[in-house]
């Protein structure tokens, strides 16, 4: 069996899937993984084998660029919302024509898709091939698919595929049922099991010390689109008014970004998230999917502080998962932080439920045990 897996050029959106591609190839199928050139060297760092998709389409230039024609939308998130399906629809667009060809040359009998690679979804529909849709956290797409759709119209109808059905033959949900969101109709639970990228386990205690140890991170995204770590600066600030150890985790180069820090204060540069967070007490977070769901999994209670995209969805479901606080970024003051941080770290209850979020989703099937059932769903086509 040969799977074709796309997925838009981030690694909040590849890296969920990495598992189960890697269960699929050591079960003896074949893999490979469509993106856009720029994002080449993360797939095949994963040990996948990456296929050139399209050019590399500007995202920087669709999100800030000019937003002449736009309606007058109500309020600004409907203004993101409409700018970022824009530019998923620029990326899908840039990649289709490319997928296509390779699905059509090595003849894939399966198309996963994380929910924004919009080529994948063209090309099953075009190649008349089984698709399957993998999530990378909460589900908050399916809920918004009656107004977002219609942006990729243009899209769809350029390649034939006017009424395509984006929820496929299965949906893989690695969101812990404790944080989901309304469940899509063909829905299948697997275990999230954290890919960070690879590194070297770092010189830290296999477990929480007597003094509480904080891990704050802002993923990657935030300061490849700002320039800056602000909140990171400011949140160590607050920090450093707790008695606590303070682990900061950051992508390499970026040390400089964040000044001065106070005493008990360790920076972490490309060490993978899942590497650190079992030596720690609480982390501190932006609420990127990957940083909610790694949290999530090893037991780690969690201060959200969300600005954009499905940050604010995740913090809602980490609130009301009882594992973590939220605070948005635009109240986020130093002594905002050190306020809920200090909650956080009180209050025994966030610990707990964090803990039986963490044994719920240990409890779900693993990658390797949907190998039958994409194999099942790549028979039912022929």
């Known amino acids: 069996?040969?799977?074709?897996?796309?997925?838009?050029?981030?690694?909040?959106?590849?890296?969920?899937?990495?598992?189960l591609a890697w269960a699929l190839r050591t079960a003896g199928h074949e893999v490979a993984v469509a993106a856009q050139p720029a994002f080449l060297p993360v797939v095949t760092g994963t040990g996948l084998p990456a296929v050139r998709?399209?050019?590399?389409?500007?995202?920087?230039?669709?999100?800030?660029?000019?937003?002449?024609?736009?309606?007058?939308?109500?309020?600004?998130?409907?203004?993101?919302?409409?700018?970022?399906?824009?530019?998923?629809a620029v990326v899908g667009s840039a990649m289709a024509d490319d997928v296509i060809g390779?699905?059509?040359?090595?003849?894939?009998?399966?198309?996963?898709?994380?929910?924004?690679?919009?080529?994948?979804?063209?090309?099953?529909?075009r190649l008349g091939l089984p698709l399957v849709r993998h999530l990378w956290g909460t589900d908050y797409t399916y809920?918004?698919?009656?107004?977002?759709?219609?942006?990729?119209?243009?899209?769809?109808?350029?390649?034939?595929?006017?009424?395509?059905?984006?929820?496929?033959?299965?949906?893989?949900?690695?969101c812990p049922p404790a944080l989901q969101l309304a469940a899509a109709p063909n829905r299948r639970l697997m275990r999230y099991v954290p890919y960070n990228g690879s590194?070297?386990?770092?010189?830290?205690?296999?477990?929480?010390?007597?003094?509480?140890?904080?891990?704050?991170?802002?993923?990657?995204?935030?300061?490849?689109?700002t320039g800056h770590l602000d909140p990171v600066r400011v949140t160590v600030e607050a920090l450093g008014g707790l008695d606590v150890d303070i682990v900061v985790a950051i992508g390499a180069g970026y040390r400089?970004?964040?000044?001065?820090?106070p005493p008990r204060t360790r920076v972490l540069e490309s060490v993978p998230l899942n590497l650190v967070l079992p030596a720690c007490n609480a982390i501190v977070h932006q609420g990127g999917a990957g940083t909610t769901l790694t949290a999530a999994v090893q037991g780690v209670p969690q201060l959200v502080v969300p600005s954009f995209a499905d940050e604010p969805v995740n913090a809602r479901q980490v609130v009301a998962g009882g594992v973590g606080r939220s605070l948005p970024?635009?109240?986020a003051t130093a002594d905002q932080v050190f306020t809920e941080m200090r909650a956080l770290l009180d209050g025994a209850q966030y610990g707990a439920a964090a803990r039986r979020v963490r044994d719920e989703a240990s409890a779900q099937p693993s990658p390797r045990s949907f190998v039958a059932a994409i194999e099942d769903i790549a028979a039912a086509r022929v």
Do not use: Q
């Open 1 to 19: 069996m040969r799977v074709l897996f796309t997925t838009f050029p981030s690694p909040s959106h590849f890296f969920p899937m990495v598992p």
């Open 53 to 88: 998709a399209g050019e590399d389409a500007d995202i920087n230039a669709v999100w800030y660029g000019d937003a002449e024609g736009e309606p007058s939308w109500k309020n600004d998130e409907e203004r993101r919302a409409a700018r970022a399906m824009r530019m998923f």
């Open 102 to 125: 390779f699905a059509r040359r090595w003849r894939a009998d399966v198309i996963v898709y994380e929910p924004r690679a919009y080529a994948g979804l063209v090309t099953a529909e």
């Open 143 to 174: 809920g918004r698919w009656s107004t977002e759709g219609p942006a990729l119209a243009p899209l769809l109808e350029a390649h034939g595929v006017p009424g395509s059905d984006h929820l496929g033959a299965l949906t893989v949900d690695v």
């Open 199 to 225: 590194g070297v386990v770092p010189d830290l205690p296999a477990e929480p010390g007597d003094r509480p140890r904080v891990c704050v991170t802002w993923g990657t995204t935030f300061v490849k689109y």
């Open 256 to 261: 400089d970004l964040l000044g001065t820090l």
């Open 329 to 331: 970024l635009t109240e």
